[in-house]
């Protein structure tokens, strides 16, 4: 499975962080929010945006955690002294006391929750702050339930189109801009950023950049209907120099079939139900309504993040993809066994 | 104060009248009339308020069932056990119920039954439109049941964004049932509000002004002026959504001038209130138990009640934390944020107050206030995993996750479900003159605790790794299924501790022991008088020298004399001072209630499949109201003979 | 005692019968292959035919009690460009939809064929493009549009700008033959 292959290559950038987490994880005793790693994780962060928010997030843990402790602490003390006790009756000055204490409480808790807002204004600026430089930008456009991916490019040639896969070169601040085709859906790659919302009629920007080379995968966080678990999609971050290299393959149409097996199988795909949803460049293969089909192959998932991108799994998707993904907007397919493996064969030629 | 009350002794009629002739007077004019019908046209508070909240029990379990179908199906990665139409449907079911037919429903049914005790008084005020606003609910609650066992479940959330929820993205009537759902239960909701509102200000007893209010009841008020202040948008929002999709406006439609913001801005300005219209009457439950198990009075009555109010004003101020994935500009997340973490120090008072209580008193560890330590321990980390959804950048991340799942199931069961339960065990022997048994109670408590926090704890990890909230399944791939695993056996034990529960009231209402008037000598009025309470209450009206009547007060402390027993009628006494102003008649039963709520039924039902059941249905409505305005004959002696010159009033000073 | 019986009896009776009409209204029928309407007709060019007529069953469309077929055929009219001809049904290059008028019939399998066979001046074939559920679904869609399907089962209006009204409110239009010479 590519994602599990992914996974080991994870690793962190925060050096410095790494000792203020580990003394969070021992202070808190909560060794449980340590084990956070992975490749949708917002404790892993591959990217500035990412980093800051979740320096914020071991912040706020440390100090929630010290506070929820000295809470406890204190309530169960003066549940078992006042246990111990015999008299009912206050101590003379009990109620001065009581109340210089709580004045006291509330005063600290005021002070804890304005540092805590500082941090997370900072925070918030920075991460709202824009980039003077001219980024890369990317439009990625939510469907029910895949995601349609737009690089932009001054030369109209240049522009790219794919689905559910986003390439970026590492260390670049990378713009995206967000929008919708039908319901509200949510842009998340946790490693990298927080979320932001989809919604029809807007258009959301997001600043990423991812630190070190890797794929991070993200989800659809706003719920969008049936398949809204099956909404996924990959973040590629790789040097300026590969990502470069993906771009002009990506840019060129697809490669004619270089036998007849898969002539056949292009032939399969413009004669039957594909060509009504999906654009192959390089054939006559060109309605938007489902993801572009030019560089499938190259791609690691099928069906938004569903299944990996196998010969059988594509086979079986195309079929009935209905079994995957119920309610999804593929219908079945009823094809020969033959006319499915050479449909299989040439789709999976398109690298 | 004694001023007060010879005056309304001097004022009355019948004051020589001897006690027993009294009681069976006011027993035959305060009683429920027999028979269905005669059951059906109750109203008695306490009749209503005991069926209110059976039933919201009965939706908090079907709620529950739908959480453990749920929890079965995310066990594991890629499970087929419930396909993604069912589930959606469930999810929302689930939300739906716990929120609109459970959560809002019991806390204002206890209100509705302890209310009118706690300020001393013989009825809730309008006590037709108490009976009204019950089959309301009820049948809002059965029709959204109805139609989701006939496969038309709300299925798009239990805040229902559109576009999703709109008419081109939810065909068939869904949608439609849930918007309609909402009316009834707003409906009912505000009604409640408002008669709560007028029992607290106007039919306290003498003596009882606003400075001894019981906390339970200032909790109430509080809950009551914010239900007032947030139905109404959402009954604006939920309107808006159903003339979309019936006929074609375009209120969320953005190509048309429309914006699906607006449904969450309206949504939200409603939904986080809900939030605190749940909790603050946990609140208030919280410190009747702990004032009553610890012996003494709540520490810091003043700094609890502004800080309900505070919690109050400040809960309409923060709706935007709900929508910071979309795009809010930098100055208005600063400002949520603010006021996010603001609200944090109401809470802080009032938990600081009962730990002070608790150490300056002596605990009693009875089931109750068990339950209100597992509250402290549940809701302090609730509310501190709400401090980190305050900030933008952490929300960013964690928003719509299973961390957000976590967090508002710390703050509503920790907030409200437990300090509810200890107020069940509190309040059960008032309600049945029985305890439950304190055994079954504390397996039903550890259970519960460790259930819960086994169910919820893992979570906020979840949350983290990357698991968004409302997936109907998950890849195996994403390591998620260990945790969940975990959340599901959490999920069961919860099961286990609420059957527990269930066991107990079935067990004790027959065999329990028996409570007498006081079994846990607390201080407030509903203690005052027999358990179960009699039709009328009390017998004579209380007067009140402090916050803590039954504890404070001499033997000899006057009651009022001189209302008359042979007609409903109660005393109206002053907002402020709760000095005796008038006396009123209240209404009796009647069955034009349970038709008017029928006709108004049929009217909203209808009006899901064509706007002509609008003008159509609105005609038995009318009848219906009508008939339940119509004056007797009877009705109108009464009120005459009820009416006095103002002649007499010689001695007002 | 058995008068409350046949009561009980009626209203579960009531009750099974709303639960299927709600039940098939409100099903998502997904991933099906209902059998295609006989299209073995071919395309009539003429009205006139010598003889008695032929009788013919009428076939049923499951699809026009399901809320969710039709809306799915509202997608499908936009996925595969419908409008393109027919402008959202008020018509433009292709003939109108959401009329009274009928060139080649109103019933489901006659719209069935002119998708699958396609028409004289225009009308594309969409024979093995199309699977037979989705046709299905866009008869039920295009019915919809003159108002021929009830109320409750069809579309509410759009999330764009309003073309058209929304099928639901769209008053029933009662079919009536157009000889084909009249389109355009």
Not at chain 2, 115 to 122: F, H, I, Q, S
Not at chain 2, 271 to 286: D, N, S
Not at chain 2, 292 to 320: C, D, E, K, N, Q
Request: charged share 15%; net charge neutral; aromatic share 12%.
């Amino acid at each position: 499975m590519p994602l599990l292959l992914l996974t080991g290559s994870a690793r962190r950038t925060a050096k410095n962080w790494r000792a203020l987490r580990a003394y969070a994880g021992l202070v808190v005793g909560l060794l449980f929010f340590t084990g956070c790693r992975g490749v949708q994780s917002a404790v892993d962060p591959a990217g500035p945006q990412a980093l800051r928010i979740s320096k914020l997030w071991w912040t706020m843990l440390i100090v929630c955690s010290a506070v929820f402790i000295i809470v406890l602490a204190v309530l169960l003390y003066s549940v078992f002294r006042a246990h111990r006790r015999n008299r009912v009756a206050d101590e003379p000055g009990t109620e001065q006391r009581l109340t210089r204490t709580i004045s006291g409480a509330v005063l600290v808790t005021v002070v804890i929750l304005f540092g805590l807002l500082i941090a997370s204004a900072l925070t918030g600026r920075a991460l709202s702050s824009q980039p003077e430089q001219d980024v890369l930008t990317i439009e990625v456009v939510g469907h029910q339930w895949w995601w349609e991916v737009q690089y932009d490019d001054p030369l109209p040639v240049r522009t790219l189109k794919t689905a559910n896969e986003i390439h970026i070169p590492t260390g670049q601040v990378v713009m995206l801009k967000l929008t919708s085709h039908d319901v509200i859906h949510s842009f998340w790659a946790p490693n990298l950023h927080g979320k932001k919302d989809l919604i029809p009629g807007h258009v959301a920007l997001i600043w990423i950049q991812a630190d070190r080379p890797g794929v991070y995968r993200g989800q659809c966080a706003e719920f969008c209907g049936a398949q809204h678990a099956h909404m996924a999609f990959l973040v590629v971050a790789e040097s300026p120099e590969r990502f470069a290299d993906w771009y002009e393959k990506q840019l060129k149409p697809a490669a004619s079939p270089a036998d007849a097996a898969l002539s056949h199988g292009q032939q399969v795909f413009l004669t039957s139900r594909c060509v009504m949803c999906h654009t192959i460049r390089g054939t006559t293969a060109a309605a938007i309504s489902g993801p572009d089909l030019t560089h499938l192959a190259s791609r690691g998932t099928l069906a938004a993040g569903t299944l990996p991108n196998t010969p059988d799994h594509l086979g079986g998707w195309v079929v009935n993809s209905q079994v995957a993904k119920p309610g999804n907007h593929m219908p079945p397919n009823e094809l020969s066994p033959e006319d499915l493996q050479s449909l299989v064969s040439y789709l999976e030629s398109l690298h | 104060m004694s001023q007060a009350t010879k005056t309304i002794i001097r004022k009355g009629t019948r004051v020589s009248m001897d006690d027993e002739r009294e009681r069976q007077r006011l027993e035959q004019t305060w009683r429920t009339p027999g028979g269905w019908l005669g059951r059906l046209s109750s109203v008695d508070h306490k009749v209503i308020g005991k069926r209110f909240i059976i039933t919201a029990f009965i939706f908090f379990l079907l709620g529950g069932i739908e959480a453990v179908l749920m929890r079965i199906q995310l066990a594991r990665p890629e499970s087929r056990l419930i396909g993604p139409d069912l589930y959606n449907q469930i999810f929302t079911m689930h939300g739906t119920t716990m929120m609109f037919l459970f959560a809002v429903p019991v806390m204002e049914a206890m209100a509705v039954y302890l209310v009118p005790l706690m300020v001393g008084t013989r009825a809730i005020a309008f006590p037709r439109l108490n009976a009204f606003s019950y089959y309301i609910y009820l049948f809002g609650g059965i029709f959204l049941y109805v139609m989701f066992l006939l496969n038309t479940g709300p299925d798009n959330g239990w805040f229902s964004y559109v576009p999703l929820a709109g008419p081109q993205y939810a065909p068939g009537k869904r949608a439609d049932v849930w918007a309609q759902l909402i009316t009834f239960t707003e409906v009912s909701a505000l009604i409640v509000a408002v008669e709560l509102v007028v029992t607290i200000f106007k039919l306290r007893a003498p003596g009882m002004s606003l400075n001894r209010i019981p906390m339970f009841v200032w909790a109430m008020l509080v809950t009551s002026f914010m239900i007032i202040f947030a139905m109404p948008t959402v009954a604006l929002d939920s309107t808006c959504l159903i003339l979309d999709r019936l006929v074609s406006t375009h209120f969320f439609n953005q190509a048309e001038g429309g914006d699906p913001l607006l449904w969450q801005h309206l949504f939200w300005f409603f939904g986080h209130p809900e939030v605190y219209i749940i909790f603050i009457p946990a609140l208030g439950m919280v410190s009747s138990i702990i004032g009553t198990f610890t012996r003494r009075p709540v520490f810091g009555y003043l700094a609890l009640v502004l800080s309900l109010i505070a919690t109050a004003f400040i809960g309409f101020g923060l709706w935007v934390h709900h929508m910071f994935a979309t795009d809010v500009p930098q100055l208005g997340q600063s400002f949520f944020t603010a006021a996010s973490m603001m609200i944090a120090v109401p809470s802080g008072v009032q938990v600081f107050c009962w730990i002070a209580t608790l150490w300056a008193g002596r605990p009693i560890f009875k089931t109750p206030l068990l339950f209100v330590l597992g509250f402290f321990f549940i809701f302090i980390l609730g509310g501190l995993s709400g401090v980190m959804l305050a900030s933008v950048p952490l929300d960013l991340q964690v928003h719509d996750t299973f961390f957000v799942v976590a967090h508002f199931h710390y703050v509503l069961i920790g907030g409200a479900v437990f300090p509810l339960f200890g107020g069940f065990y509190y309040w059960f022997p008032k309600i049945t003159g029985r305890l439950l048994n304190e055994t079954l109670g504390k397996w039903n408590f550890w259970l519960l605790l460790i259930g819960f926090n086994l169910t919820f704890f893992p979570m906020h990890q979840l949350g983290l790794q990357g698991m968004p909230r409302r997936v109907y399944t998950y890849l195996p791939e994403m390591g998620w299924g260990g945790l969940n695993l975990l959340a599901t056996v959490g999920g069961l034990i919860m099961t286990i501790s609420v059957l527990l529960f269930i066991i107990n009231v079935f067990r004790s209402r027959r065999s329990g022991e028996p409570a007498g008037d006081n079994p846990w000598g607390a201080s407030t009025l509903e203690w005052a008088t027999s358990s179960p309470p009699q039709n009328y209450n009390f017998l004579y009206i209380p007067t009140v020298a402090g916050r803590d009547p039954l504890w404070e007060q001499a033997e000899d402390q006057p009651v009022v004399t001189g209302l008359r027993s042979d007609i409903r009628e109660v005393l109206v006494t002053y907002t402020l001072d709760a000095e005796p102003d008038h006396r009123i008649k209240f209404p009796n039963p009647s069955i034009w209630p349970l038709l008017a709520a029928i006709a108004t039924t049929g009217l909203f039902i209808g009006s899901i499949f064509t706007p002509w059941a609008v003008p159509i249905g609105a005609v038995p409505v009318t009848v219906t109201l009508i008939g339940w305005f119509w004056p007797t004959a009877k009705g109108h002696r009464e009120q005459l003979a009820s009416e006095e010159q103002p002649a007499e009033a010689e001695d007002q000073p | 005692m058995r008068r409350a019986r046949d009561q009980l009896t009626a209203l579960f009776l009531l009750a099974l019968i709303l639960a299927l009409i709600a039940c098939e209204r409100e099903h998502r029928r997904i991933g099906e292959s209902p059998p295609p309407a006989a299209t073995t007709e071919g395309v009539r060019q003429s009205d006139l035919q010598p003889g008695e007529p032929q009788p013919k069953a009428a076939i049923e469309n499951l699809y026009e009690k399901n809320a969710y077929a039709v809306s799915e055929g509202k997608r499908l009219f936009d996925w595969y460009n419908c409008s393109g001809c027919h402008s959202h049904g008020g018509g433009g290059m292709g003939p109108p939809l959401m009329d009274a008028e009928w060139i080649y019939g109103s019933n489901p399998e006659n719209i069935y064929s002119t998708i699958v066979e396609g028409r004289p001046n225009g009308m594309p074939s969409f024979r093995d493009k199309i699977g037979s559920q989705e046709i299905w679904e866009l008869v039920a869609y295009v019915r919809s549009l003159s108002g021929l399907l009830p109320k409750d089962i069809s579309g509410g209006r759009d999330d764009h700008m309003a073309a058209k009204p929304a099928e639901q409110s769209t008053p029933r239009e009662k079919p009536v033959p157009k000889p084909a010479e009249h389109s355009q």
